[in-house]
């Protein structure tokens, strides 16, 4: 069992950055693939970023790739997602994820467990 507690999100102007963080717990978080996913207004939880457990090689939706970055710190059992180049497309609630072993999956369902989410809202 794992839980995850997000924080980070917050009101940016386009082009501004923020920095998400998700804190886990538990003793083995570095066997655990973790990712990021967010729920646009109206629409369905859409894939974000993920980091596997086992090289930490990471995987971008199209629309994120050269303006977000994944990364995580074993020590510290937390996983961010720094933001960069926020365009107001970016506005969303943002969930951490993690499943324990297992690929860079990019689907919501291949994930095991979420945190409560964080709002980040970009102004034009």
């Known amino acids: 069992q794992v839980q995850l507690v997000e924080s980070g999100g917050g009101l940016v102007q386009a082009g501004g950055s923020l920095r998400l963080s998700c804190a886990a717990s538990?003793?083995?978080?570095?066997?655990?693939?973790v990712g990021w996913f967010r729920q646009l207004p109206g629409k369905e939880r859409e894939f974000v970023a993920v980091?596997?457990?086992?090289?930490?090689?990471?995987d971008y939706a199209d629309s994120v790739k050269g303006r977000f970055t994944i990364s995580r710190d074993n020590a510290k059992n937390t996983v961010y997602l720094q933001m960069n180049s926020l365009k107001p497309e970016d506005t969303a609630v943002y969930y951490c994820?993690?499943?324990?072993?297992?690929?860079?999956?990019?689907?919501?369902?291949?994930?095991?467990?979420w945190g409560q989410g964080t709002q980040v809202t970009v102004s034009s």
């Open positions: 994820t993690a499943k324990f072993l297992g690929g860079r999956d990019t689907s919501e369902t291949r994930f095991d467990y």
């Open positions: 538990g003793r083995t978080f570095s066997a655990y693939t």
């Open positions: 980091t596997s457990w086992s090289d930490s090689v990471p």
